[in-house]
């Protein structure tokens, strides 16, 4: 089992900037991909983007390029999520999630962190 501990999340003006941090704990694979995913009021949970744990390859969703990054640190088995120049319908609870091999479909991801609420206001 991997246990995502979340955090980061609050309050921020458009056009300001959070990190997203996800520390896994337990039992540890270095083929295990990090995915973010976002979910706002209403709405379905939609991907946002996805790292490679060892691979250091990432993909990102249209709606965040140049705005987010993903990155990850396997030392500390920490993946964040740099989001930049955010945008209220950037607002939504962001999950991280882990799964072994590579995906982009919330259905594929076994662990899950709690979710933390992002909220952009203008």
């Known amino acids: 089992q991997v246990q995502l501990v979340e955090s980061g999340g609050g309050l921020v003006q458009a056009g300001g900037s959070l990190r997203l941090s996800c520390a896994a704990s337990?039992?540890?694979?270095?083929?295990?991909?990090v995915g973010w995913f976002r979910q706002a009021p209403g709405k379905e949970r939609e991907f946002v983007a996805a790292i490679t744990w060892s691979g250091g390859i990432t993909y990102y969703a249209d709606s965040v390029k140049g705005r987010f990054t993903i990155s990850r640190d396997n030392s500390k088995k920490t993946g964040y999520l740099q989001m930049n120049s955010l945008k209220a319908e950037d607002t939504a609870v962001y999950y991280c999630?882990?799964?072994?091999?590579?995906?982009?479909?919330?259905?594929?991801?076994?662990?899950w962190g709690q979710g933390t609420q992002v909220t952009v206001s203008s």
């Open positions: 999630a882990a799964k072994t091999g590579w995906g982009l479909l919330d259905k594929e991801y076994s662990y």
């Open positions: 337990g039992r540890t694979f270095s083929t295990y991909a």
